[in-house]
């Protein structure tokens, strides 16, 4: 079963920076996929970030953190991070981490919605 563990939410000023960490475990496969979504309040969530271990670690990011978010994986320690610079207000939201124990054939950074495992989220408040 896998297990996802967020943590490095938290409030930062605009144009301020915050690293999400995500400790991964319980992979059956040696190939699989990982991510990160977000939801703010009374908006849809967003898939923002994502990356597969069968593209040799290959990224796709939304347009709205692109340039300013970065994902990235710890093979040897199992963990996900996201290092969000620039942050704005609209970012605001709680982010979960996600993954998906297998290969897939889709890149599309909005499949992270509809992965099987997810975790606890943790909470990113920007302020003006």
């Known amino acids: 079963q896998v297990r996802l563990v967020e943590s490095g939410g938290g409030s930062v000023q605009a144009g301020g920076s915050l690293r999400l960490s995500c400790a991964a475990s319980?992979?059956?496969?040696?190939?699989?996929?990982l991510g990160w979504f977000r939801q703010a309040p009374g908006k849809e969530r967003e898939g923002i970030a994502r990356?597969?271990?069968?593209?040799?670690?290959?990224?796709r990011y939304a347009d709205s953190v692109k340039g300013r978010f970065t994902i990235s994986q710890d093979y040897a320690e199992n963990t996900l991070y996201l290092q969000m610079n620039s942050l704005k207000p609209e970012d605001t939201a709680m982010y979960y981490c996600?993954?998906?124990?297998?290969?897939?054939?889709?890149?599309?950074?909005?499949?992270?919605?509809?992965?099987?495992?997810r975790g606890q989220g943790t909470q990113v408040t920007v302020s003006s």
């Open positions: 996600a993954a998906l124990d297998g290969g897939t054939l889709s890149v599309s950074v909005e499949d992270v919605l509809n992965w099987a495992y």
């Open positions: 990356i597969d271990s069968d593209s040799d670690g290959s990224t």
């Open positions: 319980g992979f059956t496969y040696s190939i699989y996929s």
